[in-house]
């Protein structure tokens, strides 16, 4: 799920101050501290190469091997100070290193998981069992919830038809929840999405059932099709006894049912980048949708140093007193000599701001540029 703007705090009633208190002593006490643990050890599963060009000088071939000391200490360093559960993995795509801070650790993805929905039909496209230009229709029983744009469109025509070109593009550049739900039918449903991840061995990526049982069920409640009309679902999700919300969201972030580690994101992303999951054909369609996005752009993005590029896709969960949860971004930066990393920021659960959570993600991929060698 992505949210425009801020995230939209949740506003109790006045008899319920004093539950609300207890509520936000409690959950800042979970946040407080845990990016604590022992000092988690930076694995490295070395890529093979065919065809390799002659071995260049031992700066860059030291580059490619191992990543610079003084960038591990100063991402862990943010890690490590940041309030809440954070998860960080870096990859270099061109090279034979990786590291992390809880890099195999389950994370929301949120709306990150846009993105094994869209490999999943364009491996369909692939194989000839789907096509770009086929036509879905889209109706006011297939509205979802929180961000989805096309809503107004269906709301006044009754409903609509796109092609799953243009699906793709509002699910991952627009992030349209209701976009990406209709892609989701499309493409199987979520087991043909868990096959895929299953066939590509990308690991530690799960996928959930889907944004309107995805977000109910993380609120408390019971899914019907009339929380996808206007603020049904905000005036509902307001009326549930803080308690409720409380366990569910707990339950939820202790074991996410669309969880996926931040080094199996940073693989999945190698992968892509090497053409190793689509044909040339989508995986250039799918890198070019995600240099469009348009979510985020004070995250990872804002710290990528002029000159690069950079594709990325973010995702948002839902906020219950002083916690953030999902608070997300992934992508690929593209240095002007070619060479590419792969970067995992994701936010579990954190008491800090919008600002501050953006600033720590700018941090990482300025880090990324200021130490990169080629």
Not at 22 to 42: D, E, F, G, K, W
Not at 76 to 87: A, H, I, N, S, V
Not at 250 to 274: C, F, N, Q, T, W
Request: hydrophobic share 40%.
């Amino acid at each position: 799920m992505n949210i425009p703007a801020a995230e939209r705090r949740l506003s109790l009633q006045p008899y319920r101050h004093l539950l609300m208190a207890l509520l936000t002593i409690s959950l800042t006490a979970c946040v407080a501290a845990s990016n604590r643990p022992p000092p988690p050890q930076a694995s490295a599963t070395p890529p093979v190469y065919q065809n390799r060009a002659p071995s260049p000088e031992p700066r860059m071939e030291q580059a490619r091997e191992q990543p610079n000391p003084q960038l591990v200490r100063e991402i862990e360093e943010l890690w490590r100070t940041f309030p809440g559960k954070t998860g960080i993995a870096v990859k270099r795509i061109d090279g034979d290193w990786e590291f992390g801070f809880r890099p195999d650790e389950y994370f929301p993805q949120q709306s990150v998981s846009k993105l094994w929905v869209a490999m999943t039909l364009l491996d369909k496209v692939d194989q000839g069992k789907a096509s770009l230009s086929d036509a879905i229709r889209i109706g006011k029983e297939d509205l979802t919830v929180f961000h989805q744009p096309m809503a107004a469109e269906v709301q006044r025509d009754g409903a609509v038809t796109k092609s799953v070109y243009t699906l793709l593009e509002m699910a991952l550049a627009s992030s349209d929840n209701t976009a990406n739900d209709s892609l989701l039918r499309h493409a199987g449903g979520p087991e043909a999405v868990r096959a895929f991840i299953a066939k590509h061995s990308l690991g530690k990526i799960r996928f959930g059932p889907g944004e309107r049982l995805l977000q109910s069920g993380i609120a408390g409640m019971e899914w019907r099709q009339n929380l996808s009309y206007g603020r049904t679902f905000y005036a509902a999700r307001a009326k549930i006894p803080v308690e409720q919300r409380q366990q569910s969201l707990e339950a939820y972030l202790a074991d996410p049912v669309d969880g996926a580690s931040p080094m199996a994101i940073a693989h999945a992303l190698d992968k892509l980048a090497r053409g190793e999951l689509l044909s040339a054909n989508s995986t250039n369609l799918l890198q070019s949708i995600l240099k469009r996005t348009r979510s985020g752009p004070n995250r990872l993005k804002a710290g990528v140093p002029a000159g690069w590029e950079f594709l990325h896709k973010t995702g948002t969960g839902q906020v219950l007193g002083p916690v953030a949860t999902g608070y997300n971004d992934i992508g690929i930066m593209t240095a002007p000599d070619g060479t590419r990393y792969a970067v995992v920021v994701m936010l579990g659960d954190t008491t800090a701001s919008i600002p501050e959570r953006m600033r720590l993600m700018q941090a990482v991929t300025r880090a990324v540029g200021r130490y990169h060698r080629g």
